[in-house]
């Protein structure tokens, strides 16, 4: 079972910029979508952002244009790049494999915005 890890979660005042990472123990290249969902307190867990094993991505109206996900497959990892974050971004962001054979979760990382 691939294990996933991610890191980079902190406080963060509005307008600041995080990167998240999510480091893979495995290769990357055979998950067809590799993603970033967040929950908050209170929250469903929602879709932030997905990348395809292709390099194709989509991501949720409320982070589009502010969010940027990629992947380097060489070092079996997804990063989330955050700009002008807003408080309602404060979650616990996770990251997701997905294959048509199996699927897999990290544990975490808490993402707070405030001032």
């Known amino acids: 079972q691939v294990q996933l890890v991610e890191s980079g979660g902190a406080l963060v005042q509005p307008g600041g910029s995080l990167r998240l990472s999510c480091a893979a123990s495995?290769?990357?290249?055979?998950?067809?979508?590799m993603g970033w969902y967040r929950q908050a307190p209170g929250k469903q867990r929602e879709l932030v952002a997905i990348i395809s094993s292709g390099g194709g991505t989509d991501y949720a109206d409320s982070v589009k244009g502010r969010f940027t996900i990629s992947r380097d497959n060489a070092k079996n990892t997804v990063y989330l790049q955050m700009n002008s974050l807003k408080p309602e971004d404060t979650a616990v962001y996770y990251c997701?494999?997905?294959?048509?054979?199996?699927?897999?979760w990290g544990r975490g990382t808490q993402v707070t915005v405030s001032s």
């Open positions: 997701n494999a997905l294959s048509h054979l199996r699927a897999a």
């Open positions: 495995e290769s990357i290249v055979s998950f067809d979508v």
